[in-house]
Every structure is written in structure tokens, then in C-alpha cells.
């Protein structure tokens, strides 16, 4: 009796330190990434994101942790079109981690997903930080839908046996993504066509899915600051297309465009452009909060 007793215990021990099924680590460049992965991975991913929502993704600090963090990765996520130019490449370099090398099987550029717009004006020579056409394409919940396709499609091949829930969960999130277009649209129907302006490039997918209209942007080109005789210029512009918003992410200064407001007589609206910003906890509620500032 005794010894079936300490069997069954060194039975249970060895059940208790066995490890459990390891999930694939998911390394994206920015939260919304991360978020459309954890929808369509649940509990058989875990799922981190470099970039903080609130930090610009043009320009990141280097951490010797991301080193760390992408040396243990079986995927990375990338928003690619050079959006990560500036810092990323050496990182992945210095990872020594032959699966998310450009072309490894868990190295996913999620620009080739989508549609990509404005690839055809580089002008890296004056400054442009969209070089590669507009990044920003993340919160076009159009892209939404197919974003979830390709990291699903991704996750399956990685890991075959569980390539079922990969299919089952990214459907349901398709479907509760497309029950909230249904009310984005309704919502905001009465925008459409109205006039705004924006301070970086980053709004061209989401007003493109709204049916607004950009009639300029504060920065002369992506990543060129502002200066006083181009924010004239763009006043006289506005008040002739009867502009009525400034948009623009919270981690841009607010000087100029509070006072292209004023002169304006637009309304600046501060948008949360990446999960976690302003306390929106997923893709949709990133989306929810888009529209509800919008509104
Ligand atoms: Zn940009």
C-alpha cells in the first residue's frame, strides 16, 4: 500500500513539473499587431509588442531585451514598408535567430497582407519617412479582416496541430470585426465627404474606409516638422475646403496644431492609433474609440 502510495505521488509530481504545451512566442514591432495575433492565437500564443502605444514607431529605442525577447521568438510580426527601417534590422541581426530572419518561416511582413497605398512617392533624400508607401495601415479595419487571415494562415503552418483553432478563432473574430464595421458605418455616415487635416500621414487607410477627405497635413512631408509659412499656407487651404477636424497621435506636439485650429476654426482631435493608447484594451476597442472621437 505504502509504496503504490509514494508511486501515485511521484507520479503526480512528475505531472506537476512536466512542462506544459509551449505556446509560440509571438514577437510583433507595434500592439495592434500583438492584439489581432492574441485574437486569433488565444491561449496558444504568447504575445508581446516592442513599441509601447504611446511611443512613435518610426523611431524606437533599441532595448538589449528586444535582443533577448527576439532570439527566443518563433514569429515576428513586422508592419514592414520601412516603417521599422531605423531600428529594427540590427536587432534581428543581433538575435541570432535564423526563423525570423527576412524569408525565415517566422518572419512575417504583414504589408504584404494588405493593400498598400502611396508606394510610389519615396523621396528619402529630402527626409520622408514613408519611403516604402504608407505604413499606417493597421486601423483600416478592412485590413483588420485580412491582418487576421495572414497571421492565422501563419500560426497554422507553425504549429499544424492546432491549425483547426487558428481557423475557428480567427472566424469568430472576423465576425464579431465585421458586426462592429456594420455600427462603425452607421455612426459615422454623416462624415462623409467632410474635410480634415492631419499632422503626420497617418490617417490615409482609416479616412479612405470613412470617406473623409485629407485636404493636407501639418508635417510637409512624413517626418519633416512643421514650420510657420507651410501652416499658413494650409490655414488659407482649410478655410477654403471648410475643414473641420485636425487629427493627429498624442505623441506629436500640440503647439502648432492647436493654433492652426484656432485660425482655422477646425476641432484638434488627439486619436489613439495603437492598442493600449488612451486605455483601449483591443482591436476593436482601439476601433470603438477611433470612431467614438470621431462621432
Ligand atoms: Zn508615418
Known sequence: MMTLA???????????CAPAQAALRVVSTIPDLAAIASEVGGPLVQVQSLVKPTQDPHFVDPKPSFVLDLNRADLLLVVGMELEAGWLAPLVNSARNPAIQLGGSGYLDCSKLIVPREVEQPDRAKGDI??????????DPRNGLLLADGIAARLAQLDPTNAPTYRARCADFKARLRTRMEAWRQTLAPLR???????????????DYLGLVEVG???PK?????????????????????VDLVLQEAFYPQELSRLFAQQSGARLVVLPTMVGAQGTKDYLDLLDRLVELLK
Open 217 to 219: 497635413a501639418l508635417e
Open 193 to 207: 465627404g467632410r474635410s480634415v487635416v492631419v499632422y503626420h500621414r497617418s490617417f490615409v487607410y482609416l479616412l
Open 6 to 16: 509514494k508511486g501515485l505521488g511521484a507520479l503526480l509530481l512528475m505531472l506537476l
Open 222 to 242: 512624413p517626418g519633416i516638422p512643421p514650420g510657420p509659412s507651410h501652416v499658413a499656407q494650409l490655414v488659407q487651404q482649410a478655410k477654403v475646403r471648410k
Open 130 to 139: 514613408h519611403p516604402g508607401g504608407n505604413p499606417h495601415y493597421w486601423f
